[in-house]
């Protein structure tokens, strides 16, 4: 299959290089121009870890060329830039080109249908509720693969194309997908944002101040008990929906291959065995301005929505807000499109089950 790849991030290049060595056609799309530059100039890439293939891969001049012919679309780009890349893809995409949003916040898959309505396209929409891995860049062409996930959430726009959707993902990426009940589901399944906050916020002198350090390490007891609380707080808005999403610990036994513990003792069992990640070494970090507006102010809102007010995250983004001396709600360019306050529940629970 040719499969377009929206994005030139860490997590494009993984699945670039997963796809790639199953057999696939990969081509990448960088907004910039500059993300995949040297790999449309011939250089191979090399992804080494838990994903091992050194070979070409095409990148794209523009995401018209990305699509051409492309039987998937995956956006894989920081939330922040999905509404571009969304716009972007709109005007260009065949009707018949299933998208997958890798991964999914912020009600991402909301807008992409309401925009494809618009355009009088009804495209199958599927969100992850995380990315199919992790890993970091290292320079312009090649990237470490820290782990190949177990088992990944997922749902379809609209519900009823639920099926088909997963038959899609299981033939390209294996049987590792589980369906949940709608886009509702998805949408408090990404735990990311929780997870990060807990680990920047308490954290956050290390990336200030450029230092190199074991993100699995840090995550001690006190971190820990933090991150269960604000996990807590997501479960209680589930919970009021009617839904079962995973639980925190469920997330890092199935992500990262540990035994179930408490979040600190998992942490440390994944250090110990060299797969703990290394922290971010920077404040500008996706930690915070992705994080924070498009995933914990996502979460926020649902929490008003149901009467379960999450505190912490309501804190976490306050806080963030005024160390950076900014609103960071603000750079949210997705919920403001939805007009998701306005929304009542049942309208909302509607639009997660069928689409625009």
């Known amino acids: 299959m040719k499969i377009a790849i929206l ?8 699945m670039a290089a997963f796809l790639a060595s199953a057999g696939h056609e990969p081509v990448l799309w960088s907004p910039s121009g500059t993300g995949c530059k040297t790999l449309g100039q ?9 994903v091992t293939f050194t070979g070409p891969v095409a990148a794209a001049k523009s995401c018209a060329d990305a699509l051409d012919g492309a039987d998937l679309a995956i956006i894989a ?10 716009e972007a893809l709109i005007p260009v995409i065949d009707p018949a080109c299933p998208v997958i949003i890798s991964s999914h916040a912020s009600f991402a898959a909301l807008y992409l249908s309401k925009c494809l309505k618009a355009a009088g396209k009804d495209n199958l929409i599927i969100a992850w509720g995380t990315t199919l891995l992790t890993g970091r860049r290292r320079g312009e062409t090649s990237v470490t693969v820290n782990t190949v996930r177990q088992k990944v959430d997922m749902a379809t726009l609209p519900q009823s194309r639920a099926e088909e959707g997963l038959s899609l993902c299981t033939a390209i990426f ?5 369906p949940r009940d709608g886009l509702m589901a998805i949408a408090l399944s990404n735990l990311n944002p929780q997870n990060h906050l807990g680990i920047a916020l308490l954290n956050l002198t290390r990336m200030e101040k450029g230092e190199i350090w074991s993100q699995g390490e840090h995550v001690t007891p006190a971190v820990g008990a933090f991150i269960e609380a604000l996990d807590r707080e997501r479960l209680a808005i589930a919970e009021a929906f009617g839904l079962r999403t995973k639980t925190v610990q469920e997330h890092f036994s199935l992500s990262f291959h540990v035994p179930l513990g408490s979040v600190s003792e998992m942490n440390q069992e994944m250090h110990a065995a060299g797969r703990g990640g290394q922290g971010p070494s920077t404040a500008d970090s996706r930690y915070v301005f992705e994080d924070v507006p498009f995933g914990l102010h996502a979460t926020a809102v649902l ?5 379960r007010p999450a505190v912490l995250h ?3 983004i306050a806080i963030f807000s005024a160390a950076f001396e900014r609103d960071l709600t603000a750079d949210n360019d997705l919920l403001p499109a939805l007009s998701l306050d306005s929304l009542d529940r049942a309208a909302l629970e509607a ?6």
């Open 7 to 14: 994005g030139a991030g860490s997590i494009a290049f993984g």
């Open 42 to 50: 011939g250089t191979d890439l090399v992804a080494s870890g838990a």
């Open 77 to 86: 780009m920081p939330v922040n830039a999905h509404r571009m890349a969304i």
């Open 174 to 178: 294996g049987d590792r997908f589980v």
């Open 303 to 307: 929490g008003r929505i149901t009467g």
């Open 314 to 316: 309501e804190a976490g």
């Open 351 to 356: 639009l997660c089950l069928k689409g625009y």
